[in-house]
């Protein structure tokens, strides 16, 4: 109940932080967790509140990769309703070197269905 606020709804705050750490997981699949940093995040938008006792569940894919930079899809459901999203939205990190200065990663993301096409296009332009 600490991760509530004072509608008994899942507190933005809290949401925000796993939010943030599942996306920092996926761009952690394809660079050095070290060399990560969180750059922003692009309308992490609330679509149905989570309620006490409910379990949720954080997917994060990379969708899209600049020269220095992973944009991450992150959508957020609840265990027993995955048809439904909760919610959702994207980060983007920063790939850095040991002084924490951006460096090129090399990496080409290939979108491969419909839904990671229309995703890397928004990403894009993000």
């Known amino acids: 109940s600490e991760d509530l606020n004072h509608h ?3 507190f933005a705050g809290r949401s925000a932080e796993w939010f943030v750490e599942s996306g920092f997981v996926a761009a ?10 969180c750059l922003k995040v692009h309308g992490m938008s609330f679509l149905r509140p989570v309620r006490l006792g409910q379990t949720v569940c ?21 265990a027993g309703k995955e048809e439904n999203t909760y919610v959702e939205g994207f ?19 290939i979108p491969e269905t419909e839904e990671e096409k229309r995703l890397a296009e928004i990403a894009k332009n993000l």
Do not use: C, Q
């Not at 952690?28 to 940093?37: D, G, K, M, W």
């Not at 980060?91 to 993301?109: N, Q, R």
């Open 58 to 78: 954080f997917s994060s894919k990379v969708i899209y990769a600049g020269n220095t930079s992973l944009r991450v899809y992150i959508k957020v459901t609840v």
């Open 8 to 10: 008994g709804t899942l």
């Open 28 to 37: 952690s699949a394809y660079l050095p967790p070290n060399n990560v940093v």
């Open 91 to 109: 980060t983007t990190f920063i790939h850095v070197d040991e002084k924490t200065i951006p460096a090129s990663h090399g990496l080409k993301i």
